[in-house]
């Protein structure tokens, strides 16, 4: 899972691009919120490492609303009051995980574990306590996608990150703890090597989600496009409007996730809409449809963005060039997910409901968004622009 910035800060677009269209197109098999047989008939005991962050609480949701038994264990800091009638077992996945001792669940989800020390510690002592252990890992899994790839590496891979035999990131030094822009998708790997040692092949689960967007995103990487969208006047954007994006909705995991526990799904999966379903210009199209605002829209070329350092920091999330070692961001494969039954929603539905969400926030929230640009920013590099073009 990607909850901080990883070394990409662009997503890539196939060469050639695609066609524009009015807005995302279908994302493949739409959930229909169905509950499976199994899980009416059989409700599983479920912990979960986290569950208060971005991604459980979707989680924990999803698994109640199929009739399942859902304990939480993290340190009681964060949203500690979102689910007051859950049994909330307090505890560290630094050398305090006493609380687990003695206890046992069908499974587990583990969407907290970013420290291979600390997936090997909670893996090693939850084996003989749970038959099924999902762990929420990220497409930085791969090392196309971390940066880890050298120009040769290139020359010999064509897209490189797109397929699940994809050579995966690798660190020198595997003792190092520090989560880092250059460590994330190597710890990333190490923690699902520590999860699966301990538990076997036959009883693990890896998901290896991309940007993940919906309600409840603190990170603003999605947010910030149909936000800035529906602010209305003339707006920014990198690239061409066909350079393609490539995300998942956090509820579409989420179902993805009890599915898994429910019908025993084992092995690693992708996270992701469908490769070349949604570009940037329908992105733009589908949130100025949601927002009903007027925006101008000022594409700015790759040499502007380089030379403005605009591919660092955040300042345009879920894009990237198509070209060098983002080129293939955008193309992830995810057909092991949808053979397996994962169905994604039009994002145009995400954009909708991430802007609901979005307006309940206090208006200092809303005023310092966490990715993006802000105004003075936008404006500044606006008239470079045209400056530059005039």
């Given at each position: 899972?990607?909850?901080?910035?990883?070394?990409?800060?662009?997503?890539?677009?196939?060469?050639?691009?695609?066609?524009?269209?009015?807005?995302?197109?279908?994302?493949?098999?739409?959930?229909?919120?169905?509950?499976?047989?199994?899980?009416?008939?059989?409700?599983?005991?479920?912990?979960?490492?986290?569950?208060?962050?971005?991604?459980?609480?979707?989680?924990?949701?999803?698994?109640?609303?199929?009739?399942?038994?859902?304990?939480?264990?993290?340190r009681g800091r964060t949203n500690r009051n979102l689910f007051p009638d859950l049994e909330l077992l307090i505890g560290d996945r630094d050398n305090a995980l006493d609380a687990l001792k003695g206890r046992k669940w069908d499974a587990v989800i583990d969407n907290s574990g970013y420290v291979p020390r600390h997936v090997a510690d909670s893996a090693k002592l939850l084996s003989p306590a749970v038959s099924h252990y999902l762990f929420v890992s990220s497409v930085s899994a791969y090392a196309a996608m971390s940066g880890n790839l050298t120009a040769a590496d290139y020359h010999d891979v064509d897209m490189p990150n797109t397929e699940y035999d994809s050579p995966l990131a690798t660190m020198p030094d595997e003792t190092v703890e520090e989560v880092t822009s250059e460590t994330y998708g190597p710890m990333k790997v190490l923690c699902e090597r520590a999860a699966t040692e301990a538990m076997g092949e036959d009883r693990i689960t890896i998901l290896r989600?991309?940007?993940?967007?919906?309600?409840?995103d603190n990170s603003d990487r999605f947010t910030y496009w149909p936000v800035r969208v529906s602010r209305g006047g003339e707006m920014?954007?990198?690239?061409?409007?066909?350079?393609?994006?490539?995300?998942?909705?956090?509820?579409?995991?989420?179902?993805?996730?009890?599915?898994?526990?429910?019908?025993?799904?084992?092995?690693?999966?992708?996270?992701?809409?469908?490769?070349?379903?949604?570009?940037?210009?329908?992105?733009?199209?589908?949130?100025?449809?949601?927002?009903?605002?007027?925006?101008?829209?000022?594409?700015?070329?790759?040499?502007?963005?380089?030379?403005?350092?605009?591919?660092?920091?955040?300042?345009?999330p879920i894009w990237a060039p198509a070209s060098g070692d983002t080129r293939s961001d955008a193309i992830v494969n995810g057909d092991r997910s949808f053979e397996k039954g994962m169905k994604t929603r039009p994002i145009k539905e995400t954009i909708r409901d991430t802007l609901r969400?979005?307006?309940?926030?206090?208006?200092?929230?809303?005023?310092?968004?966490?990715?993006?640009?802000?105004?003075?920013r936008e404006a500044e590099l606006l008239r470079a622009w045209h400056k530059q073009n005039a």
């Open positions: 899972m990607i909850n901080r910035e990883r070394r990409r800060f662009l997503q890539a677009s196939l060469a050639g691009g695609v066609a524009l269209v009015s807005g995302c197109v279908k994302s493949g098999p739409e959930p229909d919120g169905a509950i499976s047989i199994q899980g009416e008939n059989h409700p599983l005991t479920i912990l979960i490492l986290g569950g208060t962050g971005f991604i459980g609480p979707h989680m924990v949701h999803e698994a109640l609303r199929r009739g399942h038994d859902v304990t939480l264990f993290n989600p991309t940007w993940v967007a919906g309600p409840g920014l954007v990198p690239g061409t409007a066909a350079d393609l994006i490539q995300i998942v909705d956090v509820r579409d995991m989420a179902n993805f996730v009890v599915d898994s526990l429910e019908q025993k799904i084992t092995g690693i999966y992708n996270m992701v809409t469908p490769p070349g379903s949604c570009n940037m210009g329908a992105l733009l199209a589908d949130s100025q449809a949601v927002a009903a605002t007027e925006v101008s829209l000022t594409w700015v070329d790759l040499p502007f963005i380089e030379a403005n350092d605009l591919n660092k920091g955040g300042a345009l969400w979005w307006r309940t926030l206090s208006e200092d929230r809303r005023d310092n968004m966490r990715a993006g640009l802000d105004a003075g």
